[in-house]
């Protein structure tokens, strides 16, 4: 079954330790993308990746680091994260084929910074 | 820059009622325009699309149409359902730059 998966679904945790939220897509896209959703703010995009190794910044990308070492995954990292993180966040892939106009979701991670 | 408008919910509707979900956008060059739709403890999963102007997307049940002269992508049903009870995100991709700039979201609540 094609998919976007991402680990864990919940996560509380403190100001300052560092965490990571995974993201693997088994459908070979060379897009990915990861938004934060906010009441009233919408989706807003922090970080995507054309393909491996090629990443760039989205509209929100402070206190945020991406990496991009195989096609399949691509990890949030919030090395110091802060209240003000708190969100839900969803990864996002697509494919040329597409013309990346065709995003599949990961179902998202409800996070909780203390 | 690109930006795209909602209408503000949420929208409480009856079964078998009229939908609509009006969208406009701002954006340069030729953006194609989307429809998302988010049920409740889900991802957002694409519902419709149109890529030129005139250009009308459809899926089960849903419309909308690429309106150029007016910048509005509004989404329509005719006789919603219980199942249809989610948010809905307008978004739109302006060419050549792969980055999906989305609305606020609606949300429709479809009671019996």
């Known amino acids: 079954e094609a998919q976007v998966t991402q680990n864990p679904r919940y996560l509380i945790t403190v100001t300052g330790k560092k965490l990571t939220v995974t993201c693997s897509q088994n459908?070979?896209?060379?897009?990915m993308s990861w938004y934060r959703q906010d009441p009233g703010l919408g989706l807003r995009q922090i970080y995507y990746?054309?393909?491996?190794?090629?990443?760039d910044k989205g509209d929100v990308p402070e206190g945020y680091k991406v990496s991009r070492k195989e096609k399949r995954n691509f990890p949030l990292i919030l090395e110091s994260p802060s209240p003000n993180q708190t969100s839900l966040y969803f990864c996002?892939?697509?494919?040329?084929?597409?013309?990346?106009?065709?995003?599949?979701f990961g179902s998202g991670t409800q996070l909780s910074v203390l | 820059g690109n930006s795209v408008t909602q209408m503000e919910g949420p929208v409480t509707l009856s079964e078998e009622a009229f939908l609509t979900i009006n969208c406009t956008y701002t954006?340069?060059?030729?953006?194609?325009l989307f429809w998302y739709v988010q049920y409740p403890g889900e991802g957002l999963q694409l519902l419709l699309k149109?890529?030129?102007?005139?250009d009308k997307g459809s899926n089960k049940g849903f419309e909308a149409t690429y309106r150029k002269e007016t910048t509005s992508f509004h989404l329509e049903k005719g006789s919603v359902q219980v199942s249809d009870s989610a948010v809905y995100f307008c978004?739109?991709?302006?060419?050549?730059?792969?980055?999906?700039?989305f609305g606020t979201g609606t949300k429709l609540q479809v009671i019996p």
């Open positions: 996002a892939s697509s494919s040329l084929v597409d013309s990346y106009e065709k995003l599949f």
């Open positions: 978004a739109l991709n302006s060419g050549g730059y792969q980055k999906v700039t």
């Open positions: 990746s054309m393909n491996v190794e090629v990443t």
């Open positions: 149109a890529t030129k102007a005139d």
């Open positions: 954006a340069t060059g030729y953006p194609s």
């Open positions: 459908m070979n896209h060379e897009y």
